[in-house]
Structure formats: structure tokens, C-alpha cells
């Protein structure tokens, strides 16, 4: 059994529990705060045998969405009229971790 640990984006959270709970998968949601994406965002907890571990990782990517976002440039002691000009970054829906469990048990 793995834990299959995703941090999403909230702009994308309630499609991603949608599409895994239809196809079966369990979840635990818990509000998180840090620094893996910008915004507000949420951490997903899934219990996932090894070989569903595919399907879970095709329905998210279908579900989460790169998008490309306007940011102030960067800061700089440099003088330059281009530092501070927005830029377009590409901003990930989400992170995954995959973890060993070594022992699982429902209480």
C-alpha cells in the first residue's frame, strides 16, 4: 500500500475530489498553508494499492491545471528598467509525494 500525498491548488480542489471519489478513491483533505505553490492550497491524502496508483495519477493530471500567471519582476539592487517589468511564470496545480506504508490498519 502507498499514501499518495497531493498538495492542489485550490482553484482545482473540488474537480480533483470529484473525479477520485467517482472512481473510488478515499480521501482525507486538510488545509494546509506553505511554500510548494502560490495561493491558496490544499493537501489530499489518498490510500492507494500499488497497482492503482496509474489511475490516480491520470485522473489527477486531467484534473489539475499549469496555468501561466502575471508576476512583478524580480527585486534587484541593479539598475534596469526590465527588473521590475511583469512577467508570465507557468504555476504548477499541484505536488505529489508517493510513500512506502509499511503497515495499514483501520481502527
Not at 35 to 47: D, R, V, W
Not at 86 to 105: S, T, W
Request: proline share 1%; charged share 25%; aromatic share 8%.
Amino acid at each position: 500500500m502507498k499514501l499518495v500525498i497531493v498538495i492542489v491548488s485550490n482553484k482545482d480542489l473540488s474537480n480533483v475530489l470529484a473525479a477520485t471519489g467517482a472512481e473510488g478513491f478515499f480521501s482525507t483533505k486538510v488545509s494546509t498553508e506553505g511554500q510548494f505553490l502560490e495561493g491558496g492550497h490544499t493537501t489530499i491524502l489518498y490510500g492507494v494499492y500499488e497497482d492503482k496508483i496509474d489511475l490516480l495519477f491520470s485522473i489527477l493530471e486531467k484534473n489539475i491545471t499549469k496555468r501561466v500567471v502575471r508576476k512583478k519582476g524580480v527585486e534587484s539592487t541593479i539598475e534596469g528598467s526590465l527588473l521590475k517589468k511583469p512577467v508570465d511564470v507557468e504555476e504548477y496545480g499541484a505536488v505529489a509525494f508517493v510513500v512506502d506504508i509499511e503497515q495499514f490498519r483501520k481502527l
